[in-house]
Structure formats: C-alpha cells, structure tokens
C-alpha cells in the first residue's frame, strides 16, 4: 500500500502523452479501423452523444497502440506510437493470424473490414463509410 513507482510512472505517462497526440492528429479515429473513439477520461460523454453503452464504448476506448511491439523492443517514442481502438489492440495479440507486423495487420483488419467481419453493425455510425476502405484512399 502506498508504495509508488516513480520510473513507471514516467513512462506511462510519456506513453500516454504520446497516445493523446496520435489521437487528436488522427482526428480521434483508429489507426487500423477508422473507428471513432472515445477517449477514456471522456467515455460517458461518448456514450451520450453516440448513443451506445458503456460495454459497447469500452471495446472501442481510445488505447496506445506500439506499432513496433515494446517486446520485439519498439520505444515509446511518438514516432512508434498510435492510438487504436481497444479491439484492434486486442485482436493484434489475440485472434489475428501471427507474425504480421503493423502493416500486415492493417492491411488484414481492412480486409475483415470489407467482408463486414470487423466490428458488429451496434458500430456502424461510428465507423468510416465503407467507399473510403475500399477505394484508392490510401
Ligand atoms: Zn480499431
């Protein structure tokens, strides 16, 4: 109890300073998915103004995102941190076929995204318009 960890703290927060530019230079969508996101501190207000629940907000909360994983030893550096939806994180390390760098996994969720495998239909309105996945808009 009480004890503090100065270190991690510092870097958490640099992390999340990095995660708050990323976030508002994408115009708060993800990285991956073009979803719009709800940032944590601002989730209930999400809620309201988009019409969703707290589950539904949580799977897509605003999350920093290495693109360079810290454990194939990506830095916390801007250049190497996004912001992405708790879904496309997640399923990055969990569900999504292995070995694929951030490239090849954008290039895979857009293709789940195309075959309306991503993100259920409560998520659509939130969701870029399907023209821009699939056109020339790189
Ligand atoms: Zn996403």
Known sequence: MGSRHPHWQRKARIIQINRQKAYQAQGCRCHYCGVLMPEPKRIK????????????????????????????????????I??????????RHHGA????????????????????????GRYTHLQPCALTLTGSHA
Do not use: K, M
């Open 82 to 91: 996004v912001a992405a939806c708790w879904y496309c994180n997640h399923t």
């Open 97 to 120: 076929p292995p070995g694929l760098d951030h490239h090849g996994y954008a290039r895979w969720v857009r293709e789940q995204q195309s075959q309306g495998q991503w993100l259920p």
């Open 45 to 80: 207000r999400f809620c309201e103004e988009h019409h969703i629940n707290l589950t539904d907000a949580e799977q897509i909360q605003c999350t920093a995102e290495h693109l360079v994983p810290v454990s194939e030893g990506g830095p916390n550096s801007r250049s190497n």
